[in-house]
């Protein structure tokens, strides 16, 4: 096993990975979820919205607000039916903590977040790519 496949784009991670959603050409740019500096942004997200000791939480807020601050970095040709919408924290937040995307959208988001094979280097992806179709 070549261990070259799994060297991830530290560059991709910190700037977002392109995560195309239908065939428009609509992109989010996600940052790369588990790192340690993702880890501290979700633990601050969670002590601002909770505090130090709460009873109860609500992980897909707090992820929705990680998405908006911090996950997504920026858009290409998302819209809300009629208008397309620019890329803005505000837009971001509203969103991502509206629970109506939480198990759709955001999911999709975190997923793609998650999955190692979105960061790799770009040479290392056509690799695996080529890997897998023979």
């Known amino acids: 096993m070549n261990l070259s496949l799994f060297a991830e784009d530290t560059q991709k991670q910190e700037s977002g990975s392109p995560c195309y959603i239908g065939d428009e050409g609509s992109c989010f740019h996600v940052k790369r979820l588990g790192t340690e500096q993702t880890q501290k942004e979700v633990g601050d997200i ?14 897909n807020l707090i992820m ?33 903590t509206n629970e109506k995307y939480y198990l759709s959208l955001n999911q999709l988001l975190l997923n793609h977040a998650t999955d190692y094979a979105n960061y790799l280097f770009d040479e290392t992806n056509e690799d695996v790519e080529a890997v897998k179709k023979s």
Request: glycine content about 10%.
């Open 46 to 59: 969670k002590k601002a919205l909770y505090g130090f000791a709460p009873k109860e939480i609500d992980n």
């Open 64 to 96: 929705g607000h990680w998405l908006a601050e911090f996950g997504v970095t920026g858009w290409d040709e998302i819209s809300d039916g009629d208008d397309m919408l620019e890329y803005s924290k505000m837009n971001a937040l509203n969103i991502f």
